[in-house]
């Protein structure tokens, strides 16, 4: 708890709610994302957790007819009220989907797009850090030598931790992680927590996650999502262990969901 | 309670079914080989027929090709030597093909754009359906238009009479566009999703994402449209015909008169004598369209080969 105290708070939601059209989809929702940590998200499917982290890149945006009140702050600036630079917010917070989606390019070019996109043209600055970033995500050893062929004809788990380092060399703060291993075998799943784990020392992230044993194997704190409530969201331990809602009790332990 | 009143056991209901899916099966798969088999008969004889016609002019009437193809002087039945020289008709084919293409490619891929990007409800609403009835003007419309509009307002405000080689891109410009514009709007729409939210979520505007992701993404289908394009104005004749002015020379200017491989078949193929040289001339420009014509789908096959998403 003392080391809480010299965390950075990166996003501080306070009472979003949020609709589709005239469907409720979050209600009241509260939770603060430390720096240096993982929080991971549960619930069962369409709980509004994948809202919900879509909401702190503001990519919830692309969607018609949603609308939001509350606050969503961001390094103290609220991202629902202040006309926020969409450019600036996303190259901040960098966000990794289910499937690995990397661009019909080459490696290189895959993690370099971001860069190029925000202002950086040196090549040497840019090889830094496709090599940076590569070696973050343990991929540099696997592809140093085909860095210029396609980003298609790697294996899925190499996909998912190519797009994580091209999340990366935008050089965040927050990476926001959409069931990043769904999609994964289990030795590709292994191999991207411990990248997580490996990432929350320089990084805060915030995972949505159906798995409930990635959840607490993982994660510092974690929240339970039940129809577009947060029901309960504590230290991970302590929500897995000793929950203190019965629902929380109900889900973790499997009767329902 | 069905049961007792049923008298035909599980297994005799199974082979029953079985004997049926397999009558059905057959009878099926016979339907779709036979429409197989004739489109190939088909593709087949017409190459082989008009291979066989086409090479007439130089096994029988021991014409040189090669004076043939590069030859500039057309002269079939006028006075003096007659001499058979198909090169300004070759360089107006690929010119009005080319030039057409030229101009309906960026059109084309912009409207497709609008339509998978930028706007899709309008697109789909409006563009999609209003494309679709391009298509389906006949090719002699469009002529007719070229002819009592596009020529006047030609000759009128530019150089030349009007027929022109200009004219002739014009017509095949608005008359492949929707070929272009359709194919290249699925392109663009089969594009995944997850390209478009990896890229914005990388910070990367919507005009970025386009250009930077999308368009390369689907650039091998994007030269499909466009080489479609193209195949279908370097078949057409008639509206062409109507705009061109089908003279022999090869054009200065893309203000003078031209003419192309299909204009000067249409012209000539009904007034020729069946079996004299200046048909059997006739029938080789129509085997050279075709293999020209394979060229464009050669490529077309090849670019669907590289398609990366």
Known sequence: MQAAATKESIFQVNDLNLWYDDYHALKDVNLEALNNEIYAIIGPS???????????????????????????????????????????????????????????????????????????????????????????????????????????????GQQQRLCIARALATKPDVVLMDEPTSALDPISTLKIEELMTELKKKYCIVIVTHNMQQASRI????????????????????LFSNPEDKRTEDYISGRFG | MAKATVNTSAEDRLILTNKNRRWDEVRGRSLVTICAIIMIAATISVTVFLAQKGLQSFTVNNINPIAYLTSTNWNPVGSGEASYGIFPFIFGSLAVTFLSALVAAPLGIGAAIFMSEISPRFGKKVLQPVIELLVGIPSVVYGFIGLVVLVPLVRDNLPGIGFSLFAGVVVLTVMILPTVTTIATDAMRSLPDSLRQGSMALGATRWQTIRKVLIPAALPSLLTAIVLGMARAFGEALAVQMVIGNSRDIPETIFDTSATLTTIVTLNIG???????????????????????????????????????
């Not at chain 1, 994660?219 to 302590?238: P, Q």
């Not at chain 2, 048909?279 to 420009?285: A, D, F, G, H, Q």
């Open chain 2, 271 to 309: 007034h020729t004598t069946y079996g004299s040289i200046e048909n059997n001339t006739l029938w080789s420009m129509g085997l050279i369209l075709l293999v020209i014509s394979f060229l464009f789908i050669f490529i077309v096959r090849y670019l669907s080969g590289r398609r990366k998403v």
């Open chain 1, 46 to 156: 369409g709980c509004g957790k994948s809202t919900f982290i879509k909401t702190l890149n503001l990519m919830i945006n692309t969607v018609p007819g949603v609308r939001m009140t509350g606050e969503i702050n961001y390094k103290e600036k609220n991202l629902l009220d202040s006309r926020v630079d969409l450019v600036d917010l996303r190259r901040n917070v960098g966000m990794i989907f289910q499937k690995g989606n990397p661009f019909p390019q080459s490696i290189y070019d895959n993690i370099v797009y971001g860069p190029k996109i925000h202002g950086i043209k040196k090549k040497s600055e840019l090889d830094e850090i496709v090599e940076t970033t590569l070696k973050d995500v343990a991929l540099w050893d696997e592809v140093k030598d085909r860095l210029k062929s396609s980003a298609m004809g790697l294996s899925g």
């Open chain 1, 219 to 238: 994660s510092d704190k974690t929240a339970f999502f039940l129809h577009g409530h947060v029901v309960e969201a504590t230290e991970t331990s302590k």
